[in-house]
């Protein structure tokens, strides 16, 4: 059987263990949190979560994540330091016996959306991503050089058009949105902090910036490789360039190049159908089967998407991805590393966001990380999991 795993973002996460248990989850994903970027993750403070994690009748089946170091991305600063960090982090959470560690390469920010509370008919709220909204921000609110180079005309007009509807409101709440993203900074940066961060990678394209996961990758794999420990990129989110910053992991071909750097079990993928699903030019169905040997972890959320770089959150089984082909690959991959004699078989998998919904609606959610929504994901994954088993 996959693992059942939720995210939990430790002692402070509104959401309790003890209401987790009321889930149906086994396995926990969360991160220390209270380490700042960069620093080793010491045996003492990954046993201290552990313990927690443990003592309320879970395993810590996943960290989610180790952050890399935007040095280690842009190769300047302390990046060789921050490697070897990594590095002694990696081997101390394969020492306390945690296995899998998903991770990211996304330049400054973790995720963009202009609305994170977008009406749904039945009065749930979900997050969502509007191309033109997204360019009002970036030329008219923090005003990038060069950003009208990278929209249509069509966006253009349309940016222009919801900007002049925006009251000084309206301006503040879609900034506060979009530097939601940035990995513990929120609204404490101001727009010319954004935009120094952002200056920091103008010399920096897509292709330079996989170089510099490919030297990543060469550093790590091995050491977790000696650890135990499986490796698991995240995808971008979304899978398209924003704000002039370059994207590796956006397509299968970005996927394959990834676990084709060092041929590892270690080196795999995390695969999230939300976040590779948001764009019309992949076919999640496909790159799960070709995936399949190196997802080491899965995030199962829909989206409903368009060729405008356009798309909504959705329930899952009501998007463009077909989550029933994706489940029946991870599922499949399972069985054939069951006949590999693999003791890691089980693959980790999470809902990943849920609708604000019941009462949840009006809490203070990390966004997309609502109680109800993702309990209606996970009994929906348990329900299609056991169908797929039945059928096979």
């Known amino acids: 059987m996959i693992e059942q795993t939720w995210r939990w973002y430790g002692p402070n996460d509104r959401i309790t263990l003890a209401d987790i248990k009321q889930t149906g989850a086994t396995g926990i994903v969360t991160a220390l949190h209270h380490v700042s970027n960069g620093e080793v ?37 302390k990046w060789k330091d921050y490697i070897a960090n990594y590095q002694q982090s990696i081997k ?161 071909e970005d996927a394959k190049a990834v676990i084709n750097t060092i041929n590892s079990v270690s080196n795999g993928v995390t695969l999230c159908t939300g976040s590779w699903g948001a764009g019309h030019f992949n076919d999640l169905s496909v790159m799960a089967k070709e995936l399949a040997p190196r997802i080491n972890f899965a995030h199962l959320r829909n989206v409903k998407r368009d060729n405008d770089y356009n798309f909504n959150e959705d329930y899952l089984f009501d998007g463009d991805v077909d989550i029933y082909e994706v489940l029946k690959a991870i599922v499949e991959e399972e069985e054939a590393r069951k006949k590999q004699g693999r003791k890691d078989y089980s693959i980790p998998v999470r809902p990943d966001h849920g609708n604000q919904m019941l009462g949840d609606v009006g ?22 999991e056991l169908g797929i088993r039945r059928s096979l």
Request: hydrophobic letters at 40%; glycine letters at 8%.
């Open 41 to 77: 993750w010491t045996v003492e403070e990954i046993q201290k979560r552990k313990a927690e994690v443990e003592t309320a009748g879970f395993v810590w089946s996943v960290v989610e994540s180790v952050p890399v170091h935007e040095d280690i991305k842009k190769q300047s600063g």
């Open 363 to 384: 809490q203070d959610n990390n966004p997309g990380y609502s109680l109800y929504g993702r309990m209606k994901g996970l009994a929906e994954i348990r329900g299609l």
């Open 92 to 252: 101390n959470l394969g020492q306390c016996g945690i296995e899998t560690i998903c991770y990211n390469f996304m330049p400054v920010l973790d995720w963009s959306r202009t609305n994170l509370e977008s009406s749904f008919d039945d009065g749930s709220l979900a997050l969502i991503y509007e191309q033109k909204v997204f360019a009002a921000f970036d030329i008219h609110i923090l005003k990038r050089p060069g950003a009208v180079n990278d929209y249509t005309e069509k966006i253009l007009k349309e940016a222009e058009v919801y900007y002049k509807a925006l009251d000084d409101e309206g301006k503040e709440v879609l900034t506060n949105t979009v530097i939601k993203g940035l990995p513990g900074a929120e609204e404490s940066y101001t727009l010319e902090q954004f935009q120094a961060v952002l200056n920091e990678y103008k010399d920096i394209n897509d292709e330079r910036l996989r170089k510099h996961l490919q030297e990543f990758l060469a550093a790590i794999i091995p050491v977790a490789e000696e650890a135990g420990v499986r490796m698991a990129i995240h995808p971008d989110d979304p899978p398209w360039g924003l704000l002039g910053l370059p994207r590796v992991v956006s397509t299968l």
